[in-house]
């Protein structure tokens, strides 16, 4: 890449395993700055996810925090794994502790097992909302249509873990961003709103109940 008239290279693996490269080539990369980036270990995820639980004041056993450090290895995930289990914690326990983690990831084993699909959650939300499903995929932005579709791009996200871009082509948005924003929304609204976190689970009792 050129930036300023300077070349800067990338490369993902150490200069003497990159074969035909010439001798002055692999001098040169050998000059640089080279990184080694890994997955942080056992120890630095449960630091990184007991941060982002005071950051959020959310209460959280330290039991439960290495339980979610255990399985969760991307970095990227600890902090959505939080707020799903603090979404379901909301109204029933005061903080999130082992037997709430234990029984998420039963849940999303028997889940794996029953293999709900992206209908199963989109049915069962209109079902809930009294909505027809191809109005979740319609260019319409009346309220209640809108809040049921933001409700089923954040389960498709959470409970099936689909992909950003197939869940806007899913319901019918334009792009992958349409999906953050109301991902973010879902889970900020069942973070302040304790009677709309019930209704998120409820919804997602009545999916698993389905299948």
Same mark, same amino acid.
């Given at each position: 890449?050129?930036?300023?008239?300077?070349?800067?290279? $990338?490369?993902?693996?150490?200069?003497?395993?990159?074969?035909?490269?010439? #001798?002055?080539?692999?001098?040169?990369? +050998?000059?640089?700055?080279?990184?080694? =980036? @890994?997955?942080?270990?056992?120890?630095?995820?449960? *630091?990184?996810?007991?941060? $982002?639980?005071?950051?959020?004041?959310?209460?959280?056993?330290?039991?439960?925090?290495?339980?979610?450090?255990? %399985?969760?290895? /991307?970095?990227?995930?600890?902090?959505?794994?939080?707020? +799903?289990?603090?979404?379901?914690?909301?109204?029933?326990? #005061?903080? =999130? /502790?082992?037997?709430?983690?234990? #029984?998420?990831?039963? @849940?999303?084993?028997?889940?794996?097992?029953?293999?709900?699909?992206?209908? #199963?959650? =989109?049915?069962?939300?209109?079902?809930?909302?009294?909505?027809?499903?191809?109005?979740?995929? +319609?260019?319409?932005?009346?309220?209640?249509?809108?809040?049921?579709? @933001?409700? &089923?791009?954040?389960?498709?996200?959470?409970?099936?873990?689909?992909?950003?871009?197939?869940?806007?082509?899913?319901? $019918?948005?334009?792009?992958?961003?349409?999906?953050?924003? *109301?991902?973010? $929304?879902? %889970?900020?609204?069942?973070?302040? /709103?304790?009677?709309?976190?019930?209704?998120?689970?409820? &919804?997602?009792?009545?999916?698993?109940?389905?299948?």
């Amino acid at each position: 890449i050129s930036c300023g008239g300077r070349s800067e290279v $990338k490369i993902t693996c150490p200069p003497h395993e990159i074969r035909n490269l010439e #001798d002055r080539l692999r001098s040169r990369f +050998s000059g640089g700055l080279i990184v080694d =980036i @890994q997955n942080p270990d056992f120890e630095l995820r449960t *630091a990184i996810l007991l941060i $982002k639980a005071t950051e959020k004041n959310i209460a959280i056993d330290i039991e439960a925090a290495t339980a979610i450090a255990e %399985t969760i290895l /991307d970095t990227r995930s600890l902090e959505g794994m939080l707020l +799903s289990l603090y979404a379901r914690t909301l109204g029933v326990k #005061d903080r =999130i /502790d082992l037997l709430v983690v234990e #029984d998420f990831f039963k @849940q999303k084993t028997t889940t794996a097992k029953k293999r709900f699909t992206a209908q #199963d959650v =989109i049915k069962c939300v209109c079902s809930y909302y009294d909505i027809k499903a191809a109005h979740i995929k +319609s260019a319409t932005r009346k309220s209640s249509v809108a809040h049921a579709r @933001q409700v &089923i791009m954040y389960l498709l996200r959470s409970e099936l873990d689909i992909n950003l871009g197939e869940i806007a082509y899913m319901v $019918k948005r334009k792009d992958h961003t349409t999906v953050i924003h *109301a991902i973010n $929304k879902i %889970t900020k609204e069942t973070m302040k /709103d304790k009677e709309f976190a019930e209704e998120i689970d409820v &919804i997602r009792k009545t999916i698993h109940a389905s299948t």
